[in-house]
């Protein structure tokens, strides 16, 4: 069998197995009558993936805080829609349906069952888990995600694209900078400034007022970046029109910490991890009891005989 060029796969885990869930009939269930369409859905895309792209790396990226209070505090609008309540003293709790919460637990158990690196942060998203594993990987990176704020990572010179999959897994588009150039008039390097300019309701980034994203794009065609823009719009000697000079001297305070909340981190201490694609389970036994205790039959063999080296 010929070797397989080297290729790192990130997943935005959540947003796979969210889709999973919402996408795979609840009536998938285990034998005891609870729900694996998340579990099994997520195994299927993971088939589909690695059959697909043949990575030789492999990485389930997690969100160990899924709104870091680094960036409320910056941002206190930071995906606060999504919060489903605030305990006391304690963290806010994304809004998340009872049938896939009970899964979760299940999908870290498969995973590690079969070996697949399961890679998160405290204090961090999967996003920027993704960020610092893409930075610098040595190799081409896939990152697997329905998240467009992803796009900034895309760098056609150091191999990173984004795997798309907003219309679904299977009809994914392969987001490189000709991509993003065509669909935003911008480059990937872009898109982080793009998008506080614009503002992002999903994640309840109000953006500049008034500055959509033609505005944006154009704005960032001229000068640069963001705060090209920003020193354009200081300057009285500067040909920026009064429109946008005053929209963006207006959301000064904003645009001061923005950048900071939609910017991925690139270098979060994460120790070691080996993201090195298993070719066979690393607990096989205990998979095996996994498959059996949820019922998840065809979709743990079709992984195991798509990680077996032919």
């Given at each position: ?15 796979l ?6 996408g ?6 285990a034998?005891?009558g609870?729900p694996?369409?998340?579990?099994r ?5 993971i088939t589909?993936?690695?059959?697909e792209?043949?990575?030789t ?7 160990n805080?899924w709104?870091?209070?680094w960036r ?8 606060a ?8 003293g304690?963290s ?11 899964q979760?637990?299940?999908i870290e158990?498969v995973l590690?069952a079969f070996?697949i690196?399961?890679?998160g942060a405290?204090?961090y998203?999967?996003d920027?888990?993704i ?7 040595g190799?081409?990176?896939?990152v697997?995600t329905?998240?467009?704020d992803?796009?900034q ?11 798309y999959?907003?219309?679904?897994v299977g009809?994914?588009?392969r ?5 993003v150039r ?6 990937g390097?872009?898109?982080?400034d ?14 500049v007022a008034?500055?959509?994203?033609k505005?944006a794009a154009?704005l960032?065609?001229?000068f640069?970046?963001?705060a090209?823009?920003v ?5 009285p000697?500067s ?6 000079r ?7 305070d ?11 981190a ?11 694609l298993p ?6 036994e205990?998979?095996?009891a996994?498959?059996e ?5 065809g979709s743990v063999?079709r992984l195991?005989?798509?990680l077996?080296?032919?």
């Amino acid at each position: 069998m010929a070797e397989r060029s080297e290729r790192l796969l990130l997943l935005d885990t959540a947003s796979l197995y969210f889709r999973a869930f919402f996408g795979v009939p609840d009536s998938v269930k285990a034998p005891d009558g609870t729900p694996v369409n998340a579990v099994r859905g997520l195994l299927d895309f993971i088939t589909r993936l690695v059959g697909e792209y043949q990575p030789t790396h492999l990485a389930c990226c997690w969100d160990n805080d899924w709104r870091p209070q680094w960036r409320v505090d910056l941002i206190p609008s930071y995906k606060a829609h999504r919060v489903e309540l605030v305990v006391p003293g304690g963290s806010d709790v994304e809004e998340v349906p009872d049938p896939l919460e009970a899964q979760i637990p299940v999908i870290e158990a498969v995973l590690e069952a079969f070996g697949i690196a399961v890679v998160g942060a405290d204090g961090y998203e999967a996003d920027d888990v993704i960020g610092t594993l893409a930075t610098g990987a040595g190799m081409p990176v896939d990152v697997v995600t329905g998240d467009r704020d992803l796009f900034q990572l895309v760098d056609d010179e150091a191999q990173v694209r984004v795997l798309y999959t907003a219309r679904g897994v299977g009809k994914h588009e392969r987001v490189t900078n000709d991509w993003v150039r065509e669909k935003y008039g911008i480059d990937g390097h872009q898109y982080a400034d793009f998008a506080a300019l614009r503002g992002d309701a999903s994640d309840g980034l109000p953006g500049v007022a008034g500055v959509g994203e033609k505005t944006a794009a154009t704005l960032l065609g001229r000068f640069g970046d963001l705060a090209g823009i920003v020193a354009a719009a200081e300057d009285p000697a500067s040909d920026l029109a009064p429109g946008p000079r005053r929209k963006v001297k207006d959301a000064a305070d904003y645009l001061l910490v923005a950048p900071k909340v939609v910017a991925v981190a690139r270098e979060i201490d994460l120790g070691t991890p080996d993201l090195t694609l298993p070719r066979t389970p690393a607990d096989p036994e205990g998979l095996v009891a996994l498959s059996e205790k949820w019922g998840l039959g065809g979709s743990v063999t079709r992984l195991v005989e798509t990680l077996t080296p032919r």
